[in-house]
């Protein structure tokens, strides 16, 4: 099976702008997690998504939003950007809602200058 | 909040050492995971144990989960070169809004192994 695949790799935005980042699971699984990873704060769970609808929410400010569609590829928005938020944006997908065994994407490496 | 604590956060060894990290939870945890993430990577699944108690081994790895559910660890007998990254342990807690959990990593521990 193809793994978890992730576009773009690499991206470039000003502070102020806005992004989306996409992500496809592997075939067969419906639950699509989100994670943004910093060398300070480590590995953050943003949102999880399962059937088209959002099960669970990190503590991240409503500038992070998400959505799945009925294939269950997700996207991933991010409005307004700030420094701050200059991370590897990480997709992982699993067979199960809540937690369970993920797989995860390459990542997609956000800069915000 | 519940959270997830993971120690030594760094571990510099030589190789064919052992080496140990450990992880704590605040609250009593459904099941554990494990992740290496190698530099430049992401995250890999390694294992994931449910039982109070349990004990898994892959090959020179082994792997605790606490009589309580609140603690796990994970042990390499004899590291090698390969064995460099990133160890996550992470557990899916319970709160907020939802009544499903969403998996907390721990902050990881980084194995550096001389040669």
């Known amino acids: 099976k193809a793994g978890v695949t992730q576009t773009p790799r690499y991206l470039i935005k000003t502070r102020g702008q806005q992004v989306t980042l996409s992500c496809s699971p592997i075939?067969?699984?419906?639950?699509v997690s989100w994670y943004q990873q910093t060398p300070g704060q480590g590995l953050q769970f943003l949102f999880e998504?399962?059937?088209?609808?959002?099960?669970n929410k990190g503590n991240f400010p409503g500038r992070f939003s998400g959505r799945q569609f009925s294939n269950s590829r997700s996207e991933m928005n991010v409005s307004t950007l700030e420094l701050g938020d200059s991370a590897l944006y990480l997709c992982?997908?699993?067979?199960?809602?809540?937690?369970?065994?993920?797989?995860f994407g390459p990542g997609t490496r956000l800069t915000v200058t | 909040g519940q959270q997830v604590m993971q120690i030594p956060q760094y571990q510099h060894v030589q190789e064919g050492e052992d080496f140990t990290t450990y992880c704590n939870s605040s609250?009593?945890?459904?099941?554990i995971q494990w992740y290496k993430q190698r530099p430049g990577g992401h995250p890999v699944f390694l294992i994931q144990?449910?039982?109070?108690?349990e004990v898994k081994k892959q090959k020179r790895l082994t792997f605790q989960f606490g009589e309580a559910k609140k603690n796990s660890s994970l042990h390499i007998t004899a590291t090698q070169t390969t064995d460099v990254g990133t160890y996550f342990c992470?557990?899916?807690?319970?709160?907020?809004?939802?009544?499903?959990?969403?998996?907390?990593f721990g902050q990881g521990t980084t194995l550096q192994v001389k040669p």
């Open positions: 998504y399962f059937s088209e609808t959002q099960r």
């Open positions: 992470a557990g899916p807690i319970v709160g907020g809004s939802s009544n499903t959990g969403k998996l907390i």
């Open positions: 992982a997908s699993s067979l199960v809602l809540a937690a369970g065994e993920q797989y």
């Open positions: 075939s067969g699984h419906r639950s």
């Open positions: 144990l449910v039982k109070s108690g």
């Open positions: 609250t009593t945890l459904s099941n």
